[in-house]
């Protein structure tokens, strides 16, 4: 069972970059595509779903980012060492979120659309993104 965690969140300035990394062990990671969503601040017993921020297939050939980050982001993995990563550029207050990491349910396959929450598991816990105005 693939197991993920996040690192490299923490509080920056508007306009600047972080780098997330989102490491994996167990099971077979090199075989799945990798997504990163993220999800703001919400009050107590609120719900609030995941917003997709970008994917990658399994051999990092291909990526797909949503909108919201088109052209700030950079999606790459490493599958020699396990890990992906999520470079966020020209960030933004509205930015501000836990970013989680998630492995695709299904192995071999693509993303090439905006893929629902559901469709992605083993979810690490998170690292959050504070972006100061």
């Known amino acids: 069972q693939v197991q993920l965690v996040e690192s490299g969140g923490g509080l920056v300035q508007a306009g600047d970059s972080l780098s997330l990394s989102c490491a994996a062990s167990?099971?077979?990671?090199?075989?799945?595509?990798v997504g990163w969503f993220r999800q703001v601040p919400r009050k107590e017993r609120e719900f609030v779903e995941r917003?997709?921020?970008?994917?990658?297939?399994?051999?990092?050939?291909?990526?797909y980012y949503a909108d919201s980050v088109k052209g700030r982001c950079t999606i790459a993995r490493d599958n020699a060492n396990n890990t992906v990563y999520l470079q966020l550029n020209s960030l933004k207050p509205e930015d501000t979120a836990v970013y989680y990491c998630?492995?695709?349910?299904?192995?071999?396959?693509?993303?090439?659309?905006?893929?629902?929450?559901?469709?992605?598991?083993?979810w690490g816990q998170g690292t959050q993104v504070t972006v100061s105005s």
């Open positions: 167990g099971g077979t990671f090199g075989r799945y595509a």
């Open positions: 917003e997709f921020v970008a994917s990658i297939t399994w051999t990092g050939n291909y990526a």
């Open positions: 998630g492995k695709y349910r299904f192995a071999l396959r693509m993303i090439t659309n905006t893929p629902p929450e559901a469709d992605f598991e083993s």
